[in-house]
């Protein structure tokens, strides 16, 4: 069974462009999460996801960022216009339901340049 | 709004010597979490703590969880210079009103040095 996978690793994009960063559960999980680390942070939470359904989105910015979990394929975060403040690593760790521990992918480090 | 508070946040330590990682946390809490981070790497689960007084070992690490005290520990003994990572404490604090994500600490940057 593999683990969580996202892709890409890396991603860069100019001041402007749109970043989409995906992430394909583990096999029978459909809760995702997302979080993104700053340099020399801790995690933030940004949003929680059932299949076709955004749960809670109290981490993430109303603008220019959102994020879908559709019923067939990846977890998909969109990130519009990016600025030089999302570079980050985006995490995103998924669970089969919410009271069982989520497990993490490897992460997407995004660079704004 | 919970708020998770982790020290220190560095600490560089000799080899053999034994020392503890202190996280206290503002609310009431449904689970408390331990993970370790290598650089550039994903988070590595240690240890899920669920009710007060647990207590979890995983060879040199231990960590502890006092609900009243709204206070988990990560003791580490004999530290070796495998263990040179950053550890995160996390909580789950949904039951209680909390976002649906775990709320992280800053992080703890361990150095161990031979």
Redesign the interface.
């Known amino acids: 069974n593999a683990g969580v996978m996202q892709n890409p690793r890396h991603l860069v994009r100019r001041r402007g462009q749109e970043a989409r960063l995906r992430c394909s559960p583990m096999k029978g999980h459909s809760h995702v ?1 997302w ?1 993104r680390q700053l340099p020399e ?8 996801l059932q299949k076709e359904n955004i ?2 989105e ?2 993430m910015p109303k603008e220019r960022f959102s994020a879908e979990f559709p019923k067939e394929g990846p977890s998909i975060l969109r990130i519009q216009q990016v600025v030089r403040g999302d570079s980050a690593a985006y ?1 995103c760790a998924s669970s089969p339901s ?1 009271v069982i ?1 989520a ?5 997407t ?1 995004l660079t704004v340049v | 709004e919970l708020k998770v508070e982790q020290n220190p946040l560095f600490l560089s330590m000799q080899e053999g010597k034994n020392y503890t990682i202190y996280c206290n946390y503002s609310t009431t809490s449904d689970r408390l979490y331990w993970y370790r981070q290598d650089p550039g790497k994903s988070l590595e689960s240690l240890f899920v703590l669920l009710s007060n007084g647990a207590v979890k070992q995983e060879g040199r690490l231990m960590a502890s969880l006092d609900t009243k005290a709204r206070l988990s520990t990560l003791h580490i003994t004999a530290a070796v210079h495998d263990l040179s990572a950053t550890y995160f404490c996390a909580v789950d604090s949904r039951s209680g009103g909390g976002a649906d994500g775990l709320t992280f600490g800053k992080g703890t940057h361990l150095i161990i040095q031979p």
């Open positions: 999460y979080y942070e801790g995690l933030k939470f940004m949003v929680y749960i809670d109290s981490g995490f919410e521990e497990f993490f992918g490897q992460g480090r």
